[in-house]
């Protein structure tokens, strides 16, 4: 059969089947093709489109010139479809294989400062003046980025390093609700669907932010979400995975605290921060350790979920079996994983376990003294530096977040006597 078209037409055509197939995922092209028939959802540009198809074929008038028929251009579209379909079929049954850990490099370093400068605060460092006595410490307020987290630092960077094609799949994580809101703010700024398995005890504030970040929420407990962390996989949930702490780039984003703390304090002997997965922990020390190698960098775990201080003691990555959960929802994980421990150990000193109580009296503390609102996880790297285990400073703890529903925040800051 030799039919022509017109031709603005068959290019018409041509550009609505690849923005088709850039917008669909995995074996939904028929769903995706009804839901695109009624509105319910819309194409990504052309630009986008072609510099997401996996393979190459002629397009526009090379494709749909005077030599090119319509039915060759219907035999490349059904080629190119059945390539795409084997393809995701083939990435279904193989799974990706992970990168290995490695350390992070200065350059790698540079880059996502420059990459995430518009989008991230570049946090003040203030002083905590608890007189003498008391070691000499400064606050890195993270709960000032536009998320209330550090993890926005981690997440547009992690977004910003995918390929384009890997982006408009669409993105998803696994959060307690900093990473996800993270995650959720870079996929809004570029344009893409955000999923977040988040765990179903987190704050309300936490998921109410998420949801109005756009990001599509699945509820689980919590067990489920740090096995599907393990997986790196959550039964339903499609799109590209954004893990939110064994990731290369994500930990990179981090790193660019590290740059900041010595340029605002260059004299500091250590710095103290929350550690969950392990994520911050390691991105604060690569880029301290590599500018500064004889620079303390501690981790900084509650009483009730302290697998990095096992482990240290341990000398291996740990399941922390004890594991109970509380009001610092954000960090203390339920086991190290073998790959954290593999990036944590070469560049951190060591995890400070302070009890619930102490937690409780650094947000106090961060209140009455710097009007600071910091949550569980925000407040573990103030209670560690106020042991003494890491000195007399000068210090630096990291206020990692500030989302807290506030009537929880005012019941914990309340002393006990009262
Ligand atoms: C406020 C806050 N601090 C610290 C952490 C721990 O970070 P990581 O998982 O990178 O160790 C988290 C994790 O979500 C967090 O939300």
């Keep these: 059969m030799r039919c022509t078209l017109p031709l603005a037409f068959r290019q018409f055509w041509l550009n609505w089947v690849l923005r088709l197939n850039a917008r669909c995922d995995r074996r939904n092209w028929a769903s995706c093709f009804l839901k695109l ?40 579209l059904a080629y190119h479809r059945a390539s795409c379909m084997t393809e995701n079929l083939r990435s279904d049954l193989v799974p990706k294989t992970l990168e ?3 350390p992070l490099l200065l350059t790698e370093m540079f880059d996502a400062r420059r990459r ?5 605060v570049r946090t003040p460092l203030v002083r905590l003046d608890l007189g003498p006595g008391f070691p000499d410490i400064h606050l890195k307020l993270e709960n000032l980025q536009p998320t209330n987290s550090y993890k926005l630092r981690g997440a547009v960077n992690a977004v910003a390093m995918l390929s384009e094609s890997e982006r408009q799949l669409g993105v998803w994580t696994i959060s307690a609700g900093n990473a996800g809101q993270g995650v959720a703010y870079a996929a809004r700024q570029a344009g893409v669907p955000c999923t977040v398995v988040a765990i179903e005890t987190a ?13 599509t929420l699945i509820t689980v407990p919590y067990e489920a979400a740090w096995r599907a962390l393990g997986d ?9 995975f954004v893990h939110p702490f064994d990731d290369h780039n994500f930990i990179a984003g ?36 590599a500018l500064k190698p004889e620079i303390k960098i501690w981790g900084a775990e509650p ?77 573990l790297a103030l209670a560690a530096a106020l042991t003494g285990k890491a000195g007399q400073g000068p210090i630096v703890a ?4 500030g989302n807290v529903d506030l009537a929880k925040f005012c019941d914990l800051i309340v002393p006990e006597s009262k």
């Excluded at 260059?266 to 921060?273: H, K, L, Y």
């Excluded at 619930?356 to 009296?361: D, F, I, R, V």
């Design 37 to 76: 028939l009624s509105g319910a959802t819309k194409l990504p540009s052309l630009k986008v489109a072609k510099r997401a198809i996996p393979i190459s074929i002629p397009t526009g008038p090379a494709a749909l010139g005077t030599g090119c028929s319509t039915s060759r251009t219907v035999w490349m």
């Design 303 to 379: 009483e009730t979920a302290a697998p990095a201080a096992l482990s240290f003691s341990m000398g291996s990555a740990q399941v922390f079996k004890d594991w109970k959960a509380s009001f610092v929802d954000g960090a203390g994980g339920q086991s190290l994983f073998p790959r954290m421990w593999e990036r944590i150990r070469p560049v951190v000193d060591g995890s400070i376990v302070v009890s619930l109580e102490q937690t409780k009296a650094a947000m106090r503390l961060m209140a009455e003294k710097v009007r600071v609102i910091a949550e569980g996880a925000g407040a």
């Design 203 to 215: 704050p309300a504030s936490k998921l109410e932010r998420m949801r109005a970040l756009g990001a």
């Design 100 to 102: 290995p850990v490695r």
């Design 398 to 401: 990291v206020v990692s977040g």
């Design 232 to 240: 790196r996989a959550y039964q339903g949930v499609e799109g590209t």
């Design 116 to 120: 995430i400068a518009k989008s991230v």
């Design 254 to 289: 981090h790193s660019t605290m590290g740059f900041e703390i010595l340029e605002d304090a260059p004299g500091t002997v250590a710095v103290i921060c929350a550690i969950g997965g392990g994520g911050l922990v390691t991105g604060i020390a690569s880029a301290l350790k």
